[in-house]
């Protein structure tokens, strides 16, 4: 009944420590995807996967790491957090068909690197 | 770099009124086209999907497709203020998705 959750949902960590938030989803969606929203960025694309085993980037992963090994679980690491990584993280999943590629998100993380 | 536009905004409507958001896009490709609501501290919520030319409606919302012209919108009718939020426009053309920067609808009663 949850569909999507994140975890946690506030972080704050400092400068050059890792950190990993999580996403879980309940609705066996084949694909997963990690956003962030910065003001004045709007929804950025991360990381996404299309199944367990396979992911691929986006168009800002530098700093990033994703893993999923299983098909509910999408973990977002940030090797070494930087100031510049401060933002809401948003997880997202969709169902398997091209040609109704409906995105529903998960609540968000919100994180603050000192 | 697939790009998605959207009006500036804020945008400032009457209690009542028909409240209207564009969107246009670059992809030629794209084929699948969403609008989503998102209140101020909340995640992005999905309120209409649209994949072929024309409107679409349900309940108050209307989605209008121009894929000749790479042009979506989106009419609010009889706005409400719990309509007071940012809109985005996303766009799609094989698993991910495209987001305009949104546009920020303010419902004045």
């Known amino acids: 009944d949850a569909g999507i959750t994140q975890s946690p949902r506030y972080k704050i960590t400092e400068t050059g420590r890792q950190v990993t938030l999580m996403c879980h989803q309940t609705w066996s969606h084949s694909y997963m995807f990690w956003y962030r929203q910065d003001l004045g960025h709007g929804l950025r694309l991360i990381y996404y996967?299309?199944?367990?085993?396979?992911?691929d980037k986006g168009e800002v992963s530098d700093g990033y790491v994703v893993s999923r090994s299983k098909t509910e679980n999408f973990p977002l690491t940030l090797e070494s957090a930087t100031r510049s990584q401060t933002s809401v993280y948003f997880c997202a999943s969709s169902p398997t068909s091209v040609n109704y590629n409906e995105q529903f998100f998960g609540p968000g993380t919100r994180l603050t690197v000192l | 770099q697939k790009e998605v536009e959207q009006n500036s905004g804020p945008l400032s409507v009457p209690e009542g009124a028909i409240a209207s958001l564009n969107c246009t896009y670059s992809?030629?490709?794209?084929?699948?086209f969403f609008w989503y609501r998102q209140y101020s501290g909340k995640s992005p919520e999905l309120i209409m999907s649209i994949y072929s030319n024309g409107d679409k409606e349900d309940g108050r919302f209307t989605a209008q497709l121009n894929k000749a012209s790479q042009y979506v919108s989106l009419l609010i009718r009889d706005s409400q203020p719990s309509d007071s939020a940012t809109y985005l426009c996303a766009v799609g053309g094989d698993y991910k998705l495209s987001f305009g920067a949104g546009t920020t609808v303010t419902v004045r009663a």
């Open positions: 996967s299309a199944a367990a085993d396979i992911t």
């Open positions: 992809d030629r490709g794209s084929q699948s």
